[in-house]
């Protein structure tokens, strides 16, 4: 594709804008799923196909992980759903990092992430799926506990997308606060080799240690080996949008953290503060760039 093809299709998207996998259990909620017993066992995880203007199916479950001994971790997914007689094409899935509090019901609740997935399918988009999972207030990162969320993730619980059938090829990472910071790392550290985007809203970045910001890292050299800022220059291929409300107390360092990203950076500031209301105005053209670079 040429690069005014592009840049035509670009525009065309933003102007549509208005575990070890045997751990896991699954279960399906939300709008009914379609019957796909003839493909693969009841109470799985399905991979959805790729329609336009299909309906969002959502789904939930639980698994246990090695990463997280002794914690019920659960998971939300929201997704085209499979039109009667449809074909199941592997499908790129984005995967959703929460703040700090949070957990896998925010993409579906506080967010309704489904609805601008919607708005960006109806206006012909590329179909993907947005899957959440909790990860506690661990930043994403191995702890001094044993807690090892960034393993859960790669190791478990995307392998389990994997393996229902979604394109681990063209995997985009998303995030909010803390999560932003997850999905800034993880896409930074490189052990995910699908990643094609990473969107962070108000991530929670700093440039130096500080023992005052409590729980994100058990000490300085906990810090150092998940300095964001350091890691900057590995993002250089990676596509990438960070947002940030003018009202938010992180603005000045995300600002940093942006003006060295190499590259172009996809976002920017506008009025707003780190609050839901903030996050879900952003979200729909958070999707449109997560779509478009998932094609």
């Avoid at 700090?100 to 579906?108: D, R």
């Avoid at 702890?143 to 090892?148: M, V």
């Avoid at 993880?186 to 005052?212: C, F, I, K, N, T």
């Avoid at 990203?261 to 997560?290: A, I, K, M, N």
Wanted: net charge negative; glycine share 14%; charged share 15%.
């Amino acid at each position: 594709m040429d690069e005014s093809a592009l840049t035509r299709r670009r525009l065309l998207e933003l102007a549509g804008i208005g575990l070890g996998v045997s751990a896991l259990t699954a279960c399906t909620g939300g709008i009914p799923p379609p019957d796909t017993s003839a493909r693969m066992p009841t109470g799985t995880l399905t991979a959805p196909p790729v329609p336009a203007a299909s309906a969002i199916r959502t789904s939930s479950g639980s698994f246990v992980s090695a990463f997280r001994p002794g914690i019920y971790t659960r998971w939300s997914l929201a997704a085209p759903e499979l039109p009667p007689g449809g074909s199941q094409p592997d499908l790129p899935v984005a995967v959703f990092l929460h703040g700090l509090g949070g957990s896998h019901a925010v993409l579906l609740e506080d967010l309704a992430a489904h609805e601008p997935l919607q708005r960006h399918l109806d206006a012909g988009g590329t179909p993907f799926a947005i899957a959440a999972v909790d990860g506690g207030n661990t930043w994403w990162h191995r702890r001094a506990d044993g807690s090892d969320t960034q393993s859960m993730l790669v190791k478990e619980f995307v392998p389990l997308l994997g393996s229902q059938g979604y394109d681990l090829g063209r995997i985009g990472l998303l995030g909010i606060s803390m999560g932003g910071f997850g999905a800034l790392l993880l896409a930074s550290q490189g052990r995910l080799p699908g990643v094609r985007a990473v969107a962070a809203m108000s991530p929670a970045v700093w440039d130096h240690y500080d023992p005052r910001e409590g729980a994100a890292f058990d000490g300085p050299a906990d810090f150092a080996a998940h300095d964001v800022f350091a890691l900057r220059s590995r993002l250089a291929a990676v596509p990438k949008r960070i947002d940030c409300g003018t009202g938010d107390d992180l603005a000045a360092t995300v600002r940093a953290y942006r003006a060295g990203l190499p590259g172009d950076v996809e976002g920017g500031f506008r009025p707003g503060g780190h609050d839901s209301s903030y996050w879900r105005s952003v979200l729909p053209e958070v999707v449109s760039f997560l779509g478009f670079n998932l094609a």
